[in-house]
């Protein structure tokens, strides 16, 4: 899996506002290719574990609940230099500062709620890949 899967989850207030269709769209134009999908909703048990990374930072308790507050689009995508070539579409965290034609730019409310989550290096999309979905989910 290493380089050439990642992993998205279309965050609730994106989900909520409609941006799910758009954002796949441009996911799909960009040359990627989803092997796993689910619509879910997180618990906040589920939202701490999968953050656990940022449990020291003071804004883990509201990401936890933001991701916790509505429905959510998980993806496993597929792609040749997948992580790096993801984090280019959908542009800096904070969408104040990503470049025009990006995901969060367009989709993005503010530094929480950017519309996505896409995973930083391969092994944490390894990790988070199999946080969401079984082996059996991926095609």
Do not use: C, W
């Amino acid at each position: 899996m290493s380089g050439k899967r990642t992993l998205t989850m279309i965050k609730p207030t994106a989900v909520k506002l409609g941006y799910t269709g758009p954002i796949l769209a441009m996911i799909n134009n960009a040359g990627f290719k989803i092997i796993a999908m689910k619509f879910t909703q997180l618990t906040a048990n589920q939202a701490k574990t999968f953050y656990l990374v940022h449990k020291e930072r003071p804004f883990y308790s509201d990401l936890v609940e933001f991701m916790s507050s509505g429905p959510i689009v998980a993806v496993i995508l597929e792609k040749d230099n997948a992580v790096e070539d993801f984090r280019k579409l959908i542009g800096a965290t904070n969408p104040v500062n990503a470049e025009e034609g990006t995901i969060r730019i367009l989709y993005g409310t503010n530094l929480q709620e950017n519309a996505v989550h896409g995973s930083d290096s391969d092994e944490n999309a390894i990790t988070e890949s199999d946080f969401h979905f079984s082996k059996l989910e991926r095609f």
